[in-house]
């Protein structure tokens, strides 16, 4: 019985090949940022963990919804930039003071009722407090934060966020 094994022999291109699929994969991985930077305005959690009223983003823009969602939060409390960005508006609409910022990626997060410690125009880092809760006005006690990507283009902003982990209790 023949023990011998003649040896596997690889071509010298096949190694060049691996080599530089590996380096072009590590170049492309270096610098990656993950997908959901964005925080929690009331918490600076990457998860949301009060929500007290969820998005119902109409269809059509004049329909009727929610553009945004409510997140508890009690008056004086600081109210954080949900991601890096530039203070868009500061100012009150239909008399709620709002706070709104536009982010790298072409976001723009309003805060409602904010009572701003920022101006326009000034660069604010993720989890900076860019104002504190007002008291409360009409249906909610809580923070309204909205999120949109264009002109009128509203997204939940719950999305920017990573999904909340569940984690089931053992029985005793």
């Known amino acids: 019985m023949n023990t011998s094994h003649s040896p596997v022999r690889f071509h010298p291109l096949h190694s060049l090949i691996a080599v530089l699929s590996a380096v072009v994969v590590l170049i492309l991985t270096a610098g990656a940022v993950p997908a959901f930077a964005y925080v929690d305005p009331t918490t600076g959690s990457s998860t949301a963990t009060n929500v007290t009223r969820r998005a119902d983003i109409p269809e059509k823009n004049w329909l009727p919804g929610h553009r945004g969602v409510d997140l508890a939060a009690r008056t004086g409390q600081d109210i954080s930039s949900s991601e890096d960005g530039v203070v ?19 976001i ?34 809580g923070l309204h934060w909205g999120a949109r990507t264009g002109k009128d283009a509203y997204i939940n902003p719950l999305s920017l966020l990573d999904a909340p982990q569940i984690r089931l209790k053992p029985l005793p």
Do not use: W
């Open 88 to 106: 868009a508006y500061v100012g009150v609409i239909a008399g709620v003071p709002v706070v709104s910022v536009d982010h790298p990626d072409g």
């Open 108 to 141: 723009r997060t309003t805060y409602q009722p904010v009572h701003a410690t920022v101006s326009v125009g000034d660069e604010v880092a993720e989890g900076q407090p860019i104002g504190r809760m007002a008291p409360p006005n009409g249906d909610h006690d």
